[in-house]
Structures are given as C-alpha cells and as structure tokens.
C-alpha cells in the first residue's frame, strides 16, 4: 500500500466526498429514492446506502486494509475500534433534510490515526462548498482559508443544537434552550451536525452543543479545531475512547466565549 501524506490524503478525500455529492443530487434530481425508519424513529434512504457504498469502494481502491466506522453499515462499532487508522463517514448527514428538498446536507468524511482525528471534510452538495482540514494545516471552505467569528459575549452569539430522534429524550433539553434564547442572540436548528460544526469554523455560528454519533462530528470538529474554534465537552471523556471519537455533549465555540458558553449549559442542566 502506497503511504500517503495528510496533504494526499485529504486531497482524495475532498475527490471522493464531491463524487458521493454529484450522487446525492442526481438523486434528488430524479427522485425515486425510497425510505424507511431504523431502529423505528430514524430515517434512513437508500441513498444513504448507495453513497455509503461508494465511498466504501472508493476508500478500498486507495486506503486497503483501513478500518472504516460508517452510519450505514456499522454503526455498532463505534467508539471501541483498536484501529491506528481509522475512516468516520456519514454519507448523507441531515438525511430528513435531504428527503424533504431541504438544502443543508453534507457529505462527512474524517479520518483519525491512533485516536487523532487528522483529516476533516465536510461537502454540502446543494449549497456548493466544501469545507476541509488537516493537522497543523488549517482549515478551508473552497481553498479559502477560514476561522472563527470575533464574538466576545453570549448576548450576541449566535448558537447552534440539535435534537435527538427519540421524542421522550427531547425534553431534557428545554432548560437549555430556555437558557440560550434568554441569554444569547438566538439560536438555530439547521438539521446537520456536520455543517453546525463548519458554520462555527467559519464565523457564521458563535457556538454548538449537542450530542450526536461520531460520523456525524468527526470531521467537522477536525475542521473546527484547525480553524480555531475551541472544542470541548460538557462532560468528561471515559479513559477507554478517543476524546476525537467520543460524542456526548460536545462544545465547540469561538474561543472568547467557551467559558460562558459552558458555564450556561451546565447551570441550565443544574436547574
């Protein structure tokens, strides 16, 4: 196998998540995908599976023998995986927004190498950008270089969640909510993870918290990290998973106001 250097590897990776994107929209296009609900709540297309395939094939062809963690078709491998290399995809993040005609859904493709995430890209075909990092490289949305907004007070940050599927789990989110639109300028609910992370690395959103899965974040929070957000948790991370794969309760701001932004999170919580 041909060793490949970050540069390399995120230039594939930016080829490969743009061919998935061209797949995304023909199938728009002609709509005849169909739908279904996993695990009875979550939607899922057969595009999903289709991209997912593609980018399994394409990973194949340049990366044999490097583990892959996907939403599709292995999700219950998710934070324990031993692997020094290892591919996060998410083939279709905000997957409701796609099959509604809604415009912000990305292809997420990160690579972590020995519990390191090195390689974010994130491409939103129906928007027409792509964003992408690597270690020590800094960050881009279409080759241009991005950072962070200069926000220095909750008043004027914009933030950014999501909810979870399950309906019961949403309500142990209202304090926080509550606590954001009083405290905060307002906040937004785009229904991708992946491009939440990406609008906080390129100043559009001040802040993000939530919980999801690691395809859906990986990448992003590469990406964010490299353009100089600040990331973190509201919790801490077990010793026995990487803090770049772990899910639960993340925290990604402009640096200026992560302190704040962490402090009005967890004394929602406590209320």
């Given amino acids: 196998m041909a060793a490949y250097t970050l540069e390399a590897r995120l230039a594939l990776a930016i080829t490969i998540a743009e061919e998935a994107g061209r797949m995304i929209c023909e199938a728009r296009q002609e709509q005849s995908f169909s739908q279904r609900l996993k695990s009875g709540v979550e ?34 491998r998710a934070l324990h995986m031993p692997a020094e290399q290892l591919w996060v995809i998410d083939p279709i993040d905000g997957t409701v927004n796609f099959a509604q005609g809604l415009r912000h859904v990305a292809v997420s493709i990160g690579w972590v190498e020995q519990g390191v995430g090195k390689i974010g890209v994130v491409h939103a075909p129906f928007l027409g950008e792509t964003f992408s990092a690597a270690q020590g490289l800094g960050a881009f949305c279409n080759r241009r270089v991005i950072k962070p907004s200069g926000a220095e007070s909750l008043e004027s940050a ?87 794969l772990y899910p639960e309760q993340l925290l990604v701001t402009t640096p200026k106001i992560y302190e704040a932004m962490a402090s009005l999170l967890k004394e929602a919580d406590r209320a």
């Fill in 43 to 76: 939607l899922v297309t057969d595009v999903d599976v289709a991209v997912d395939k593609l980018i399994s094939q394409r990973l194949d062809e340049h990366f044999p023998g490097e583990a892959r963690l996907s939403e599709e078709l292995s999700p219950e």
């Fill in 158 to 244: 914009l933030v950014g969640t999501g909810f979870p599927y399950q309906k019961e789990a949403r309500k142990g989110l209202l304090p926080r909510l509550e606590a954001v639109l009083t405290h905060c300028q307002d906040i937004r609910r785009n229904g991708a993870a992946a491009l939440d992370l990406c609008d906080v690395a390129c100043g559009r959103l001040d802040a993000y918290y939530e919980t999801v899965s690691p395809w859906d974040f990986v990448a992003g929070w590469v990406i964010a990290r490299e353009a100089g957000a600040q990331v973190g948790r509201l919790v801490d991370v077990p010793e026995d998973i990487s803090e770049d």
